[in-house]
């Protein structure tokens, strides 16, 4: 691994990778909204959401990040059939990253729980300050210093990212697609009963 990559490990470490942390546009958020707390709480891992029901969030391009050992261990879910895929891994239910099918788009929420804890202090000086949005989800009322929905900088950082990833080719190759856009894992599908019993 270079110096200018991160490295990314599950939390007992069978599957592990790579985040090259290269000049891009790209965002960091701490999410609050129904769905990723839904998905925290599906987990059932006490460290994956803050005290507020929070999740950190690197965005950046697919291409950006590679699994290097254990990636039979990748899992996917879907808290409905047209949400977002996340990917966790079945070892110890880490969860990886968020992102769109079928893998075309130049985008992918990379958890910052994937990140390995001796390198997630230069998520600060590499990708800057986690801005908190959509706080108005957030159990007791918005936490301080969070936006209640997502703010136009985030909006607008996140359209950069994804403008430049168009042209630039960011969504390949994509470590949690199949070239012919196939899932590397079958999705695990919540029926709305069972996504309804996560609030």
Not at 69 to 94: D, I
Not at 104 to 127: H, I, K, M, Y
Not at 155 to 177: E, I
Request: aromatic fraction near 8%; charged fraction near 20%; charge should be positive.
């Amino acid at each position: 691994m270079s110096a200018d990559s991160l490295p990314l490990r599950c939390v007992c470490g069978a599957l592990q990778g790579a985040l090259a942390a290269v000049a891009e546009p790209r965002t960091r958020g701490r999410c609050y909204c129904n769905d990723c707390r839904a998905y925290g709480v599906w987990l059932g891992r006490d460290d994956v959401l803050d005290a507020h029901g929070g999740t950190e969030v690197v965005q950046t391009w697919p291409s950006r990040v590679r699994l290097t050992a254990g990636v039979e261990q990748v899992r996917l879910m879907k808290l409905s059939p047209k949400g977002l895929h996340r990917w966790f891994a079945g070892c110890c239910r880490t969860p990886i990253a968020n992102g769109f099918g079928p893998g075309r788009a130049p985008f992918l929420g990379l958890q910052a729980r994937f990140v390995a804890p001796d390198a997630r202090p230069r998520l600060d000086e590499l990708f800057g300050a986690a801005h908190g949005v959509q706080g108005r989800f957030a159990p007791g009322g918005c936490p301080p210093g969070v936006h209640a929905s997502a703010s136009a900088g985030i909006l607008w950082a996140a359209t950069g990212m994804l403008v430049r990833g168009l042209w630039a080719g960011g969504h390949a190759p994509h470590p949690l697609f199949s070239p012919d856009g196939t899932p590397i894992a079958t999705a695990e599908v919540l029926t709305a009963e069972a996504r309804a019993a996560l609030e």
